[in-house]
Nanobody, 123 residues
Framework: QVQLVESGGGLVQPGGSLRLSCVAS????????IGWFRQAPGKEREGVSC????????YYADSVKGRFTISRDNAKNTVYLQMNNLKLEDTAVYFC????????????????WGQGTQVTVSS
């Protein structure tokens, strides 16, 4: 069974930084897309950033471009999200999601997700 374990969330002041990690296991796909999604109170789940294990294509939500950076370590089956200059509106539960095939920011394209890690940006 696919298992995704997120970590790195916490409480941070506006302008601060956090680095999220997601360790993936339980699948042997040759090609997969993996990404970060978030859900804030009262809002639908939205794609933040995604990457694949096989090419250099990345996608970012407009709201995080220039502030967040996604990266991967294929040998460790781990994906990271470096979040800089955090804003109040970044507050959400951040989920790591994986799918067989290409990366995408469409939340409905993913069937595997982790438990999430809480990111709270507050002054």
């Amino acid at each position: 069974q696919v298992q995704l374990v997120e970590s790195g969330g916490g409480l941070v002041q506006p302008g601060g930084s956090l680095r999220l990690s997601c360790v993936a296991s339980g699948f042997t796909w040759n090609y997969y897309g993996i990404g970060w999604f978030r859900q804030a109170p009262g809002k639908e789940r939205e794609g933040v950033s995604c990457i694949s294990n096989y090419d250099t294509i990345t996608y970012y939500a407009d709201s995080v471009k220039g502030r967040f950076t996604i990266s991967r370590d294929n040998a460790k089956n781990t994906v990271y999200l470096q979040m800089n200059n955090l804003k109040l509106e970044d507050t959400a539960v951040y989920f790591c999601e994986v799918r067989q095939g290409a990366q995408t920011l469409l939340a409905t394209d993913y069937n595997n997700w982790g438990q999430g890690t809480q990111v709270t940006v507050s002054s």
